[in-house]
């Protein structure tokens, strides 16, 4: 403590429990200038500042960085608007935006570009924005998407739709991948082989198969490990920056931590939703839990939890797809829209049921929410640490308040959640984004153009 790098009278001290990159200083304090960490101090020699947060009792964490947000591959209505208002309630002080905009995918430089004067207008936290690619490319896109500031791109080996999100043939891919890689941005993917899944859906629809698990039964485990698999070998070919999206299974982190001892630069992540529920919640939660890919068996979600304490599993994301609860309701599961809302709950779950409950490290549930996806993405050092220079985003967490997630209390336009009644033990209190409080544990205190388009550094 004591580290101080100007003592000009701080625009903001923090003081409270500080979740640091390697430990939690405890009564300690943070101080901030022109929305950037300047100094590191014990209670007592905290400087005089203009704002002072006492937070005393409570858990500083870092600002979230949740990489794997949708809020318009998701036609009703969500925006900016509303997913941003979601992520100041729950903690998260930076997103990653998926490219798969209905209508309007983010397939060039100029979608790009009116994404990002999007962002500026409405974003109330800071966003980053990632890029896609046509089935057939072109790839000429690449390298301008990446001057704008992409800070990746995600494809696909599953066609949920030929246009807004293609399944990119092989050939497509050998040529992209190096040229994604020399830009020096990682490539993300969702893995599920649509071969499988769509002979078996056809088959269960022949055969009146129509209820709730259907869906798990249909995207059996194979279904995304064969598809790991040859995204492994593509990126030990083509030397890519390769990351998985939404892992659901045990066997796809097996098979990582193998490539890795290859050399292969791969990271990968899961959500709260196959961490928190197996396929037997289907029966009871219907389409609310229906996800790509699907919540798997109850032995496979337990070991995703100690994959994940391990250290195995790099980050959890929300994969956070608010469908409104129309396409949620049909009997038939393969009616259903696959997705569910998750930005406002991904912190306080995780605290709850990974700190509380098993255990997990503070220090380390900040790895995986916000250091993590940082530094993946090409945010990093500005965004995912409480350290001298980074952006003064901060979520404050009460470890001790428990509550009950309510989908009509939430800021995303889809006002339910797979969650709901749930007792969690830990709640958001204050969220800042440069400095500035956007949260203040009942309000969202920020407005449109509040929050930045955060351009991917080169790393």
């Not at 022949?206 to 194979?222: D, L, Q, S, V």
């Not at 709901?420 to 205190?445: A, F, H, N, P, S």
Request: aromatic share 8%; glycine share 8%.
């Amino acid at each position: 403590m004591g580290c101080l790098m100007s003592r000009d009278e701080l625009d903001l001290a923090i003081k409270g429990d500080l979740v640091l990159p390697h430990g939690i200083a405890k009564d300690a304090a943070v101080g901030v200038q022109n929305g950037v960490i300047t100094g590191l101090y014990s209670t007592a020699e905290t400087p005089s500042a203009k704002e002072t947060v006492d937070a005393g009792g409570l858990l500083v964490f870092p600002g979230v960085v949740d990489s794997h947000v949708h809020s318009y591959s998701v036609p009703d209505g969500e925006g900016f608007e509303h997913s941003t208002a979601a992520a100041a309630a729950g903690g998260v002080t930076t997103f990653v935006e998926m490219p798969y905009d209905a209508g309007n995918p983010t397939t060039n430089p100029e979608t790009l570009q009116e994404k990002i004067q999007r962002v500026k207008r409405l974003a109330i936290v800071d966003i980053a924005l990632l890029a896609t690619l046509k089935k057939e490319g072109p790839l000429d896109v690449i390298a301008p998407m990446v001057e704008l500031g992409a800070c990746g791109f995600k494809l696909s080996l599953f066609e949920t739709d030929p246009d807004r999100f293609p399944r990119i043939p092989d050939g497509i891919l050998w040529k992209a991948l190096p040229l994604i890689s020399a830009h020096g941005v990682p490539v993300g993917f969702h893995a599920e082989n649509d071969e499988i899944i769509f002979r078996l859906i056809d088959e269960y629809r022949k055969e009146g198969k129509t209820y709730p698990k259907a869906h798990c039964e249909t995207r059996p485990p194979i279904s995304e490990t064969i598809s790991v698999l040859k995204l492994l070998e593509f990126a030990y070919w083509t030397r890519s920056r390769l990351h998985i999206y939404h892992v659901s299974h045990p066997r796809s982190i097996h098979l990582l931590q193998r490539f890795r001892e290859d050399g292969v630069d791969v990271t990968t992540e899961t959500c709260p939703h196959y961490l928190l529920f197996h396929e037997d919640d289907m029966d009871r939660l219907k389409a609310f839990t229906k996800i790509n890919p699907p919540i798997r068996k109850r032995e496979a979600m337990e070991e995703m939890w100690e994959l994940l304490k391990s250290g195995h599993i790099d980050m959890v994301t929300s994969d956070h797809a608010p469908w409104g609860l129309d396409k949620k309701q049909a009997s038939n599961i393969f009616e259903n829209s696959s997705g569910a809302p998750g930005l406002e709950t991904i912190f306080p779950l995780l605290y709850s049921e990974g700190v509380v409950k098993r255990g997990l490290a503070p220090v380390r549930l900040a790895q995986m929410l916000s250091e993590q996806p940082a530094r993946r993405f090409n945010l990093y050092p500005r965004k995912g640490h409480i350290s001298l220079g980074a952006d003064a985003d901060f979520a404050i967490l009460d470890p001790s308040c428990r509550w009950a997630i309510r989908g009509s209390e939430m800021r995303t336009s889809a006002k339910w959640t797979p969650y709901e009644g749930l007792m969690v033990q830990g709640k958001v209190v204050r969220t800042i984004l440069r400095g500035k409080t956007v949260y203040d544990g009942k309000e969202v205190t920020a407005t449109a153009g509040d929050g930045n388009f955060i351009p991917a550094g080169k790393g």
